[in-house]
């Protein structure tokens, strides 16, 4: 029983600690890495229960801002093998548990 | 009505042609005149009028008797024409006969005019309007107009009684013209030409062009629970490192990051950096091939005439050293490198106390005569330098100011590493000589300075700043004696030169300004040990035996050279070289050998086993007008090197005689090495000394 509460104390706790954005790969330049990533994390915030709203949201604001045409990828659990254009390419974790790929590829 | 006629003389064929309704004939015609314009207003007073006027007669008048003039004549008018024949008769050939025309044409024509209306109904104006008919084709709106017209009830009737083809010609006709005007110009039938050109339109030409593609790149990764929970992992380890280091060293850190990054930023933009290596290698290849000779000379040039010369040698120009900023300043301070044995300092100022400018530090090699390897410019002119011993990298300066600098060659910037200021303590005037002295017990490097305010300082590099510490203080009357500040400053002395013992580590030897020579220990700040009356003017160089414990040199502006040993009050040698001496220096591989430069210009090379009262070497290096400032030896080639005032050096190559070496008698092996430069110089000074003793 301790067991049990101390490790869903335990899970709880990495899920707040770790739910900050996490880069994991990127090669985007600066000033546009932030802006991408913000709008990220707005996005996964805003549709924490639908990613495909949430994908919606980010890939035209992305559209938008940087131009066409992007794509965005929001999932917890699968693989990838992308061609994205170069200094184009954020792929990052959020939330503890979400990943969010994105990149421009026309 | 009435004709105004105001003439004067009136002519007498008018009075023929006077007009039927003048009954009155009277001589006056004149005043006649006047009647009749005044006769159709006022009938009734003419008379009286008349008969108030005097009678004027022309004077060509015509005289008629009474009944002449009141005859009458008959006119009658008629509308034929006067010039018209009366009868006029044609042959008729059918009666073949002359017959009187009944009628005789009574038309006068005056004036004949040809007019260019046409009737609209006649040929003409068919053919005309058929030729713009062309245009008629085009205007269905003007013949609706017309249809409308002649719906009217208001037409004429002309219109109507006429053909319908000419109807609707005239409707079109009065609404077209007033529309086709704008259109058809009314042009000359007869004389009219059109013209018509075209400027020159540009050739089209198509261009194309297609922009490279945004380059791209593949990409692949998993997504899972597990990666991602990793990941977080890893990211809080390393905050948490991260943290520690930072309370352990934030300043040093910051430092590096910061350093790293201009430099990170400086090899980003400058690209050439990345060639400056090669283009080093370049140019020294280039001065090599371009004094290919000299390089020959200075490695295998021996003088063959020496072998004649008995006893004299001569100096072979060799490098010529100079850059372009440093024209106008003159060489104060020579220094070879420790380390590396083809690099040499020369420190570039100012002697003359008005003209003080900017200062210079330069590095030259001898593998590149062109251009400096490393030039500092200072905002003080540099009187002094010296290169530390063991960290070659490391440049004592002392400067015109007071000020001393330690630059550190290794460091990218041109500024000083360490500077003494005004707070910490630096001269209050010009430092005439530094030098480096064994790291003390913190392992701090230290070097000493002496200048002209009376101070010998000595200067300690702690991390970043320099702090000094007072050792000695020169007055003129010797040791110093308890007195008011005031008086103690007023006799201070102006050390000029000094000069540490070899071997023992706290002896050092000061020359002043008013030509005495002080012998001073670290230990002791307030008390020489033994003070000599070496000069009248200033002592400009003083110079411990680099072999002999015991000797020392020293020149001056009083023209002499002396040579002194420690323990005598008196010098050993002295030398007069008729002309102010600036610098005396010993050579490095002969206790006996020693250069000194003098301001006309030459270089005087004395070498006591040879000679002991003339130089075996006198030469004149410099150009005319240009005094010699300093002169020092290479540590290992033979060669010298001569600052003088215009900012020049000169290198030397010593010939043969000039660095002899004893004689090796057969089968003795000669011991070499400082022992034998002792026994020499000891042997010249028993010879003295003995006389003396005597």
Not at chain 2, 210 to 229: D, G, K, L, V
Not at chain 2, 576 to 596: I, M, R, T
């Amino acid at each position: 029983m301790a067991e049990t509460a101390e490790s869903k104390k335990e899970e709880a706790d990495y899920k707040r600690v770790h739910s900050f954005p996490l880069i994991r790969h990127t090669d985007m330049p600066e000033e546009m890495r932030v802006e991408t990533m913000e709008l990220c994390v707005t996005a996964c915030e805003k549709f924490a229960t639908n990613n495909e709203s949430a994908a919606k949201m980010i890939k035209e604001s992305m559209d938008k801002k940087f131009g066409s045409s992007w794509h965005v990828v929001i999932g917890e659990g699968f693989g990838f093998e992308i061609t994205h254009e170069v200094k184009n390419l954020l792929y990052m974790f959020f939330g503890g548990s979400l990943a969010v790929c994105v990149w421009k590829c026309s | 009505m009435p004709v105004p006629q105001r003439m004067g003389p009136v002519k007498p064929k008018q009075g023929s042609n006077v007009p039927s309704h003048l009954t009155k004939i009277p001589t006056v015609k004149l005043t006649k005149k006047k009647d009749e314009d005044d006769g159709t207003e006022m009938a009734d007073g003419t008379d009286e009028w008349t008969q108030g006027k005097t009678l004027i007669k022309p004077p060509d008048q015509l005289d008629l008797s009474e009944a002449e003039l009141k005859e009458e004549f008959t006119r009658i008018l008629t509308a034929n024409n006067p010039h018209a024949p009366h009868n006029i008769v044609r042959y008729s050939f059918k009666e073949r006969s002359y017959k009187p025309i009944s009628n005789v044409d009574q038309l006068a024509v005056h004036l004949v005019l040809d007019g260019n209306l046409l009737h609209q109904d006649s040929d003409e104006a068919c053919r005309q309007r058929a030729r713009q008919g062309l245009e008629k084709g085009n205007m269905p709106v003007e013949s609706t107009v017309a249809e409308m017209d002649n719906e009217r009830p208001d037409t004429p009737v002309f219109g109507e009684g006429v053909a319908e083809e000419f109807g609707a010609e005239e409707r079109p006709d009065s609404a077209e013209s007033k529309s086709t005007r704008r259109e058809q110009k009314l042009t000359n039938q007869f004389n009219f030409s059109e013209r018509a050109s075209q400027t020159l339109n540009n050739p089209l030409r198509q261009r194309e062009c297609q922009t490279e593609p945004p380059p791209r790149a593949n990409f692949s990764a998993t997504a899972n629970q597990w990666e991602i929970y990793d990941a977080y992992v890893e990211e809080l380890q390393k905050q948490e490192r991260n943290k520690e280091k930072h309370k352990a060293q934030s300043m040093k850190k910051e430092e590096e990051k910061s350093r790293k990054k201009t430099a990170v930023v400086e090899t980003q933009s400058d690209d050439i950096t990345n060639v400056g290596r090669a283009a080093k290698i370049m140019e020294r290849m280039v001065n090599q091939n371009a004094f290919d000779d000299i390089a020959q000379d200075f490695k295998y040039f021996e003088d063959a005439s020496d072998e004649f010369r008995e006893q004299e040698g001569t100096l072979l120009p060799l490098w010529r050293f100079q850059y372009d900023k440093a024209k106008r300043l003159t060489v104060t301070a020579l220094c070879w490198n420790p380390k590396y044995k083809d690099l040499f300092a020369v420190g570039l100022g100012s002697y003359d106390f008005s003209k003080q400018g900017h200062g210079m530090l330069i590095f030259y090699s001898l593998k590149n005569s062109t251009f400096p390897e490393y030039i500092y410019p200072t905002l003080s002119g540099i009187l002094c330098l010296d290169i530390h011993s063991s960290l070659s990298y490391l440049v004592a300066v002392g400067f015109y100011d007071g000020s001393v600098a330690v630059y550190n060659l290794k460091e990218e910037d041109d500024e000083a590493t360490y500077r003494s200021t005004a707070k910490s303590g630096k001269h209050t005037d010009p430092v005439w000589q530094v030098k480096w002295q064994k790291d003390d017990m913190d392992n701090n490097h230290c070097f000493f300075s002496v200048s002209s305010d009376g101070r010998v300082a000595s200067w300690t590099l702690v991390k970043n700043e320099l702090l000094f510490t007072d050792i000695t203080k020169l007055s003129v009357g010797g040791a110093t004696v308890e007195r008011s500040e005031e008086a103690r400053h007023l006799t201070m002395a102006c050390g000029t030169s000094f000069d540490f013992h070899k071997k023992i580590d706290y002896l050092f030897l000061v020359g002043t300004e008013e030509g005495k020579i002080h012998k001073c220990s670290k230990a002791y700040s307030s008390q020489f040990l033994e003070t000599y009356d070496a000069h009248n003017m200033a002592v400009e160089a003083v110079r411990w035996n680099p072999f002999h414990p015991k000797v020392f040199i020293s020149c001056s502006s009083d023209w002499t050279v002396k040579i002194w040993d420690h323990t005598v009050r008196s010098p050993m040698f002295t030398f007069d070289l008729n002309c102010a001496v600036g610098d005396v220096v010993w050579s490095p591989y002969s206790s006996a050998v020693f250069a000194a430069v003098t301001i006309d210009g030459k270089v005087h090379v004395f070498d006591l086993t040879v000679n002991k009262y003339e130089p075996i070497c006198q030469q004149l290096v410099a150009a005319k007008k240009t005094k010699l400032t300093h002169i020092e030896f290479n540590p290992v080639h033979p060669i010298i090197i001569v600052g003088d005032d215009h900012g020049f050096v000169t290198s030397l190559k010593l010939s043969p005689n000039l660095r002899k070496k004893p004689k090796e008698k057969k089968g003795q092996e000669l011991p070499k090495g400082p022992e034998v430069e002792v026994a020499k110089m000891e042997k010249l000074l028993n010879l003295l000394r003995e006389p003396d003793n005597s």
